[in-house]
């Protein structure tokens, strides 16, 4: 049932163009290139422009998907966009021309499975595998390793970004644009996550490690405002956020503040070292583990305790899991008997000792000599025995 409830979202959750705006061709000298699919002679870019690599990726799940690689000289960051669901990469080229030169970054954008010229299906499943294959082909093509990368996801977008996000802990940053909460939450509103929802990004940015910036237009009446600032709320490093006065879904990008802020963020996470945030690790672990301790301390720890028993007296363990009582078995001072203060520990060195024999004593309380003494009411002027 859950599965069938998946599908369903799905069919609600993605609208590839049909036609598809691009078709792919191959050259002359082996090299892919894109072509308009209204006017097939014409190239999308231009026909001299090598900053351009067309790419076809094969996926785990079998699909073949086409991606766009934009190289800039003065980059040293790379950015890989995911984008929405009813977008293909001919209609995000020159927006991607633009997000190369302002941010002053190489780009990989890439087609899911059934959008465009790539093939297969999309599902959610599909992205997943998509988004995989786009970072290895970085890594192996580009040596574009997760440190120098950052993720952006616009709208769908985002469930591919965060399930990526969510398994690289060294990544540089996120950008999530007019995102999701998860599918479900899109249709109505729902407390609760449910088996059958798609892109449960409510519990994957709680998994994320890197800075995560949201940008959000407050009038967007498909995913509301809502998503994107809880998104930002459960962040563990969130971003100083951009809230768009008056942005919608598909417009942030006409709006001048879009590419100023991201542009700062681009710019801070360039200053930002691997030593930097190797730093920050450590403190939180430090963090971590001193709270840890703290927390678990209890009377096996090995650290000196009080020796007055009395129930009154605020001197005494406060430790709740083992009732103000030792457990350690190695403890040399636990007392059996509240009366006499009698030791249960044989090998304890701070019971008196006889002054004539040097022997311990076994009662504190009454002093009495085992060694020398035959009864109680002696003390140290009592006789020996035999």
């Known amino acids: 049932m859950g599965c069938m409830v998946s599908q369903l979202a799905a069919k609600f959750a993605f609208f590839p163009p049909s036609p598809p705006t691009y078709q792919i061709k191959k050259r002359d000298d082996g090299k892919l290139t894109v072509v308009s699919s209204s006017s097939p002679s014409m190239p999308i870019p231009n ?120 398994k690289l802990p060294r990544l540089r940053g996120v950008v999530l644009h007019s995102a999701i909460l998860s599918g479900l939450r899109v249709l109505c509103h729902v407390k609760f996550t449910f088996c059958f929802d798609i892109y449960k990004n409510i519990n994957k940015i709680k998994k994320v490690k890197c800075p995560v910036l949201v940008i959000h237009g407050t009038e967007d009446d498909v995913v509301n405002w809502l998503h994107g600032n809880g998104l930002w709320k459960m962040a563990r490093e969130p971003y100083e956020p951009l809230w768009i006065k008056g942005g919608g879904h598909c417009n942030l990008e006409l709006y001048p503040d879009y590419i100023r802020h991201l542009c700062r963020f681009v710019q801070e996470m360039e200053k930002l070292t691997t030593e930097t945030r190797l730093k920050k690790i450590r403190q939180s672990l430090q963090l971590h583990t001193r709270h840890t301790v703290s927390a678990n301390r209890c009377c096996r720890v090995k650290c000196w305790r009080p020796k007055c028993l009395c129930p009154d007296c605020s001197c005494q363990p406060s430790c709740t899991k083992c009732s103000c009582q030792p457990k350690c078995l190695e403890c040399c001072w636990r007392p059996s008997c509240p009366e006499c203060w009698r030791p249960s520990c044989k090998k304890c060195c701070w019971r008196p000792k006889c002054l004539r024999c040097s022997k311990p004593t076994c009662c504190i309380k009454c002093f009495c000599w085992q060694c020398c003494v035959g009864t109680h009411s002696g003390g140290l002027d009592r006789k020996e025995d035999g």
């Open 47 to 166: 026909a001299d422009d090598t900053s351009l690599d067309v790419l076809l990726i094969d996926t785990k799940r079998g699909n073949k998907i086409v991606a766009f690689y934009l190289r800039n000289p003065y980059a040293r960051l790379t950015l890989l966009y995911s984008h929405g669901n009813a977008a293909d990469l001919g209609q995000l080229y020159d927006l991607f021309v633009q997000l190369k030169l302002n941010l002053r970054v190489n780009l990989m954008g890439y087609d899911y499975s059934g959008y465009g010229a790539s093939t297969g299906k999309p599902s959610e499943s599909n992205t997943y595998s998509d988004i995989e294959a786009v970072y290895q082909c970085l890594e192996t093509e580009y040596g574009v390793s997760q440190e120098d990368l950052i993720l952006y996801g616009q709208s769908v977008g985002s469930g591919p970004t965060l399930h990526l996000a969510s």
